[in-house]
């Protein structure tokens, strides 16, 4: 079993900066694939960035490439999400989510899901 516990957002003003955590439990991630996700007011939960545990390769949704960047910390078995320029176009709860090692953005393709951090950016 896994648990995942997001932490970090809040309210930020528009061109800010926030750093989100997902903290993992229960087991070592090292053989998995790491992901944030998003959905914002109304809309479908969307794929952010992954990042592949063991070899620490890392891909982000093109909308995204230079503006937020995914890490991680082997010692605490948690990833982070730095996001920068911030937009209200940004405001969503933010999900990480663990797999099997895979290269992909669908949802169904992760097991295991934390309940998610409120970001809010105002204008």
């Known amino acids: 079993q896994v648990q995942l516990v997001e932490s970090g957002g809040g309210l930020v003003e528009a061109g800010g900066s926030l750093r989100l955590s997902c903290a993992a439990s229960?087991?070592?991630?090292?053989?998995?694939?790491v992901a944030w996700f998003r959905q914002g007011p109304g809309k479908e939960r969307e794929f952010v960035a992954r990042?592949?545990?063991?070899?620490?390769?890392?891909y982000y949704l093109d909308s995204f490439k230079g503006r937020f960047t995914i890490s991680r910390d082997n010692a605490k078995n948690t990833v982070y999400l730095q996001m920068n320029s911030l937009t209200p176009e940004d405001t969503a709860v933010y999900y990480c989510?663990?797999?099997?090692?895979?290269?992909?953005?669908?949802?169904?393709?992760?097991?295991?899901w934390g309940q998610g951090t409120q970001v809010t950016v105002s204008s």
């Open positions: 989510a663990t797999a099997r090692t895979l290269n992909g953005v669908n949802p169904k393709d992760y097991d295991y």
């Open positions: 229960g087991r070592t991630v090292s053989g998995y694939t």
């Open positions: 990042i592949n545990w063991s070899s620490g390769n890392t």
